[in-house]
């Protein structure tokens, strides 16, 4: 069994910065595929970022395209999401996922089996 945990968001202000991080325990390997997602209130869970553990390709919603960094450190089995010029608009409660069956989807939520706990990010303007 797999578990991911999740690193505590926080407020921050416009134009600020914040990085989360997703630690995987229990039997893991540095081989999954990781991503993020993220759900505002009354809205469906959206897709952030990804990245892909064989190639280390990444990819980003068009949203948050070039103010966000997915990377991750296979030696300690964790991902991270460095979220910089932060907007009002990205407030959610942010959810990181594994992909252990190297599904071709990275940016649905039907890609992923597994998830984290969710960190609440609050912007305020």
């Known amino acids: 069994q797999v578990q991911l945990v999740q690193s505590e968001g926080g407020l921050v202000q416009a134009g600020g910065s914040l990085r989360l991080s997703c630690a995987a325990s229990?039997?893991?390997?540095?081989?999954?595929?990781m991503g993020w997602f993220r759900q505002a209130p009354g809205k469906e869970r959206a897709f952030v970022a990804a990245?892909?553990?064989?190639?280390?390709?990444?990819f980003y919603a068009d949203s948050v395209k070039g103010r966000f960094t997915i990377s991750r450190d296979n030696a300690k089995n964790t991902v991270y999401l460095q979220m910089n010029s932060l907007k009002p608009d990205d407030t959610a409660v942010y959810f990181c996922?594994?992909?252990?069956?190297?599904?071709?989807?990275?940016?649905?939520?039907?890609?992923?089996?597994?998830w984290g706990q969710g960190t609440q990010v609050t912007v305020s303007s």
């Open positions: 229990g039997r893991t390997s540095s081989s999954y595929n």
């Open positions: 990245i892909r553990w064989s190639s280390g390709n990444t």
């Open positions: 996922a594994a992909d252990r069956y190297y599904s071709v989807i990275y940016d649905k939520t039907n890609g992923y089996d597994c």
